[in-house]
T-cell receptor, first 114, second 115 residues
Framework: DQQVKQNSPSLSVQEGRISILNCDYTNSMFDYFLWYKKYPAEGPTFLISISSIKDKNEDGRFTVFLNKSAKHLSLHIVPSQPGDSAVYFCAARISGGSNYKLTFGKGTLLTVNP | DGGITQSPKYLFRKEGQNVTLSCEQNLNHDAMYWYRQDPGQGLRLIYYSQIVNDFQKGDIAEGYSVSREKKESFPLTVTSAQKNPTAFYLC??????????????FGPGTRLTVT
């Protein structure tokens, strides 16, 4: 049972336009969400996160939106650059307690065309 | 420079042989994790450890074993019982306690090929 879903395996956008990557989750206990970026043959790097007490978090060109009622979050990249081409993973966690595990989605391959 | 190192980058083994993947961190993190990545499968958790001398199975622990004798080190052994060992293996670590503990830091990965 996949608790974090990224239903779009790939996305292609033009340089300068907006990229929107989507993520859905089924476990209502998740209350902290992270986005990671991964280049081929490298480890993922942390990009941005959001707590369930917020509905938006912004960091430069990257903004994450959270819709708790829909159990949906999205990552917006504006403007998109060719260097943003990578696989993006959505991850979720249940905060509190002593369990620090993250549950990852399967990823979305973003290609930004010059 | 603080970080996570995994060695080697590429590893080749014959079927039936056990192989141990190295993971070392100097971030002073209590928690460490092993994931494998397969095409179209995302990151799947194999084992994790939140303190020295303790570890728990993740979602796909069968055919793998770990040890956590030191805070800095969390080696993963891929045994001959693992039916599909060829994959990209990622090690991660995180602090425990506080909001910063939600972020895991990843190593560069080891590509294991078993023939």
């Amino acid at each position: 049972d996949q608790q974090v879903k990224q239903n779009s395996p790939s996305l292609s956008v033009q340089e300068g336009r907006i990229s929107i990557l989507n993520c859905d989750y089924t476990n209502s206990m998740f209350d902290y969400f992270l986005w990671y970026k991964k280049y081929p043959a490298e480890g993922p790097t942390f990009l941005i996160s959001i707590s369930s007490i917020k509905d938006k978090n912004e960091d430069g060109r990257f903004t994450v939106f959270l819709n708790k009622s829909a159990k949906h979050l999205s990552l917006h990249i504006v403007p998109s650059q060719p260097g943003d081409s990578a696989v993006y993973f959505c991850a979720a966690r249940i905060s509190g307690g002593s369990n620090y595990k993250l549950t990852f989605g399967k990823g979305t391959l973003l290609t930004v065309n010059p | 420079d603080g970080g996570i190192t995994q060695s080697p980058k590429y590893l080749f083994r014959k079927e039936g042989q056990n192989v141990t993947l190295s993971c070392e961190q100097n971030l002073n993190h209590d928690a460490m994790y092993w994931y494998r990545q397969d095409p179209g499968q995302g990151l799947r958790l194999i084992y994790y450890s939140q303190i020295v001398n303790d570890f728990q199975k993740g979602d796909i622990a069968e055919g793998y074993s770990v040890s956590r004798e030191k805070k800095e080190s969390f080696p993963l052994t891929v045994t001959s019982a693992q039916k599909n060992p060829t994959a990209f293996y990622l090690c991660a670590s995180s602090p425990t306690g506080g909001t910063e503990s939600y972020e895991q830091y990843f190593g560069p990965g080891t590509r294991l090929t078993v023939t």
